[in-house]
């Protein structure tokens, strides 16, 4: 079983605060997608991460890919209350599902 | 720019009842999903579908659910009898291969069984 887990589950801070999450699995991506989803939506695509390694920067946004394909991490440089949402890490395959990680829950407080 | 609607966005239904989710995908994708996700649960996979035919299908997927592509446009996941722990958001994504494997996903319908 493919699983990807996230930490934290839950992070409340205050604004102009940094915060990293992680995603960690024991297997090998393709590729891997964070997305971020608000109460009520489906999940919006920020990023995908396809070479062991690569570093994605998105305005305070920054995203790693583990070297060995198998974990990745995003941090935001000071946080904003427009931050505030549900964050997912996904693996894919190819064209093949999408597993997408347990969710970090970020509230940043004004 | 393009995207994938999903329709009813709640759908409120008794149990034992039977159930239609219907998404129209983005015209040009050829690969297509159906994903849940229970309240405060993580996105769950239940069902891909390329070339007019399931590719794979999660253990969530059992014989009360089934997908089809009536007329080349709308995408539909149907419920035969629905139970309780059906109850969650239904979202629908869709893709064209070559796309760095990006789905695009719709607004979800919230489906409460009572």
């Known amino acids: 079983t493919q699983l990807l887990e996230q930490s934290p589950q839950f992070l409340s801070i205050q604004e102009g605060e940094n915060l990293t999450v992680y995603c960690n699995s024991s297997s090998v991506f393709s590729s891997l997608q964070w997305y971020r989803q608000e109460p009520g939506e489906g999940p919006v695509l920020l990023v995908t991460?396809?070479?062991?390694?690569e570093v994605k920067k998105l305005k305070r946004l920054t995203f790693q890919f583990g070297d060995a394909r198998k974990d990745s991490s995003l941090h935001i440089t000071a946080a904003q209350p427009g931050d505030t949402g549900l964050y997912l890490c996904a693996g894919a395959r190819g064209t093949d599902k999408l597993i997408f990680g347990t969710g970090t829950r970020l509230q940043v407080f004004p | 720019e393009p995207e994938v609607t999903q329709t009813p966005s709640h759908q409120v239904t008794q149990m034992g009842q039977e159930v239609i989710l219907r998404c129209v995908p983005i015209?040009?994708?050829?690969?297509f999903y159906w994903y849940r996700q229970i309240l405060g649960q993580k996105v769950e996979f239940l069902v891909s579908f390329y070339n007019n035919e399931i590719s794979e299908k999660s253990e969530i997927f059992d014989d009360q659910f089934s997908v089809e592509r009536p007329d080349g446009s709308n995408f539909t996941l149907k419920i035969r009898s629905t139970k309780l722990e059906d109850s969650a958001m239904y979202f629908c994504?869709?893709?064209?291969?070559?796309?760095?494997?990006?789905?695009?996903f719709g607004s979800g319908t919230q489906l409460s069984v009572l």
């Open positions: 994504a869709s893709t064209l291969p070559a796309s760095g494997e990006k789905l695009f």
């Open positions: 991460v396809v070479t062991g390694g």
């Open positions: 015209s040009n994708h050829l690969y």
